[in-house]
């Protein structure tokens, strides 16, 4: 049997990339959750807020080194598997990668240890700015992550010579056409993720009769977050396929199964952006 190597290339990059994203999906919102339960320890001084905030702190800390170990897997793969792509794009990509390094994981790396061993050690003013510190750089993270994905798929701001990309402009880079609804979709995505996450463990705890004023705090605190933040991402969802039909028409027929073949029956979903239906979603992906 001939192994192809492109085909190994997507399976090794997608199986790495399908576990690593499941980590910053929980701990981008774990972050912003830790630091808002150590607002309201900070300001109140309820021991409740003290112990929710410790023991959801000790699984972020394993989310977050787990995240950093497969993190550091998939940069390395851009220049072994895709190597050509890599020198074409390395002055638009390198820099937003390396961003994303030295202003987010620095900065959330160097918070954590004091949000992890500095409970009895600083002020609690300060113990409340390290989680500050460290949600904000998962989002600032997210944010320089999403814009290089972004402008892979919506290249912008750039210009070829002799077969390369060089940067134009790096606000119409940073911030490509599909960039504002690729970042609020997935960001929303994170805190739902962890909302369930966190109800889910509380609804655990409850039943086993342990923790109970925590666990009915989680579940309340997560079913509030979700109330507003599932409907919310219905429409963050659909302006993100409307974005994506009129920059990537190809790629929105290929997702609802609109082939040029007698196989799989299309899905079947409706939009109506400037009054277009299906045929012209049709007539632009043919």
């Known amino acids: 049997m001939e192994l192809d190597p492109v085909l190994l290339s997507r399976v090794q990059w997608g199986w790495v990339i399908g576990w690593h994203i499941l980590l910053p999906a929980l701990t981008v919102g774990l972050a912003s959750y830790i630091a808002v339960l150590e607002a309201f320890y900070f300001l109140t001084g309820r021991e409740i807020w003290f112990r929710i905030s410790g023991f959801w702190t000790r699984i972020f800390a394993v989310s977050f080194g787990m995240g950093v170990v497969s993190g550091i897997i998939m940069p390395f793969q851009f220049g ?3 190597s050509r792509f890599t020198d074409a794009t390395a002055d638009v990509i390198s820099p937003l ?3 994303e ?3 987010a994981f620095f900065l959330e790396a160097s918070f954590l240890g004091v949000l992890l061993f500095g409970r009895r050690l600083v002020p609690a003013w300060a113990h409340f700015f390290a989680a500050l510190m460290v949600a904000f750089g998962t989002l600032l993270s997210s944010f320089w992550i999403l814009a290089t994905n972004s402008w892979m798929q919506t290249p912008a701001g750039y210009k070829l010579a002799d077969g390369r990309f060089e940067p134009v402009d790096w606000l119409a880079i940073v911030f490509s056409p599909s960039f504002p609804y690729r970042f609020f979709h997935n960001v929303t995505a994170f805190y739902i993720t962890t909302a369930f996450v966190v109800m889910g463990v509380g609804a655990w705890l409850l039943r086993r009769g342990r ?3 925590d666990a009915r705090m989680m579940i309340r605190m997560a079913l509030d977050l979700l109330i507003i933040l599932v409907p919310l991402q219905m429409v963050l ?3 993100h ?3 994506t ?3 990537q028409p190809a790629k929105l027929a290929a997702i ?3 082939y040029d073949t007698a196989g799989p029956a299309p899905l079947a979903v409706r939009h109506s952006r400037r009054g277009r239906g299906h045929d012209a979603l049709r007539d632009r992906s043919t």
Request: no cysteine.
């Open 80 to 82: 072994t598997n895709w």
């Open 97 to 99: 990668l390396a961003y």
């Open 101 to 103: 390094g030295l202003m």
């Open 211 to 213: 923790a109970t004023e």
């Open 237 to 239: 969802g659909d302006q």
């Open 241 to 243: 396929g409307l974005n």
């Open 245 to 247: 039909l009129e920059y």
């Open 256 to 258: 609802e199964g609109r």
